[in-house]
């Protein structure tokens, strides 16, 4: 095969996995990253925090979903991988702080053990008394509060689904979709007749798929997820060119013709393949003219807002496990805090370390605010979680993440089908990202193989 032009828009973990992999199967071809930013990395980021190497975006990788683990081996990082010294999070309720009951499906409880205390005694018998209602029947995709608020009640949802789904997507219960969010759930609530048999089943199905596998569920990396994608462009031998936008992609009789750069000085890129591993309101725009299909859909998957503030505080001691959710019924302003000092071993000692987000979908209001003002409020509230006995911060710093999380809201996958049916029809078009098949950087690394293997 002749040596062709690959061209790649964005430099995220999408982007950059894709072109990792292109290069591992097309070693002669040439391959382009335009990225609009200044830096790689996309939401993959670190600072340095007191001397030590800190993220700021993602900070902790799904190890059960291989991909990750998979891929930072293969970039022969390895023995830079760390295991959580723990995972035991709190939830901060109205009344206090409990720790996250196990054996939930993203928070959705398979049996009626375990829930007493965490949910009120009027919460607890509405999960028991799911058994009294009729079968359950589902008809699509639904939104994962309704139907839950429905069959087990509001304290599940409020308490419990809701920090954990608020972690993950920044979003709300009530307008996630269940499809989406909770495919091994949705995926047995047909055959199932209740939600708590659904998730029994699927936790089951999980547990049986992993074997005997007994790893941790997460790991990082000790220079930072955010060290990753400076080591991926290396591997991948891509020419990066940063502050470059995509603006639109052209079909010709021989390829493409992508438009980029500032408007002082635009250019047009030629390509044999194109990867769109861009946010979905971006892809939207590049996309208007070569694969018209897949804009309104795009359009459809609206992003959550957030900031992240970082903090390290002197040394002391702080029993709140790995972290803390704090969900919408607390009225607090954070809603999670990463105890991340106790979390990874290789964070531990000399200070405390921890990171807190705020904002969420529809509800960020408080990112309004300056850095200063923000900053000063949260470590307030951090403070005050943790019961500080030196709630003096060393130093602080805050991220802004505008369009951080996509919103999987009801509909989504039927969304997803019709973006990847629109592109599909396109030869050479291929499209990657945490818009479509999970927002985790291992669910983005399998996106972007699947996108690679189709273009190839
Ligand atoms: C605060 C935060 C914490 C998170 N924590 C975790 C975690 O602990 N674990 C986990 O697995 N996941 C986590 N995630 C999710 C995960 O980090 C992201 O979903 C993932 O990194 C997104 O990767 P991506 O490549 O699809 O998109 P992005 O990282 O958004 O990359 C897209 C890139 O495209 C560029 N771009 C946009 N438009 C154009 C254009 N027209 N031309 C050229 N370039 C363009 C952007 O500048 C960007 O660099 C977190 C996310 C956030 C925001």
Redesign the pocket.
Known sequence: MTARRLVV???????LAAAFEWRRRRPDDEIVV????DRIG???HRIQLAGHWYDT??????ARVPEAIALVESLGLGHRLVAPATTQASVVLPEGRFPLPAGTVLGVPASTDGLDGFLSPEGAARVRAEADLPPLTVDGDVAVGGLLRERLGDEVVDRLVEPLLGGVYAGRADELSLQATMPALFAQLAGSGSVLAAAAAARDAGTRSRGDVDGPVFQTVDEGIGSLPAALVAAARAEVRLRT??HAVRRTATGFEVSTGQVAAPEVLTADAVLV???AG?AAR?LGRVAPGAVEPLQGIPYAS?A?VAMAFPAQDVGAGSGLLVPPVTGRLVKGVTVSSSKWPHLGGDVLLVRS?VGRFRDESELQRTDEDLTAAVVADVADLLELSRPEPVQTAVVR?GG??PQYLVGHQARVDAIRAAVGEVPGLGIA??AFGG????A?IRDATRAVDALL
């Open positions: 828009v964005g430099a995220g973990i999408t982007g335009l990225e609009a930013g996309g939401k993959m975006g993602p900070e902790a990788m799904l936008p995509a591993a861009a946010p971006k590049l957030m992240v987000s993440w951080g999380l990202g945490a927002v985790g950087i291992p983005c």
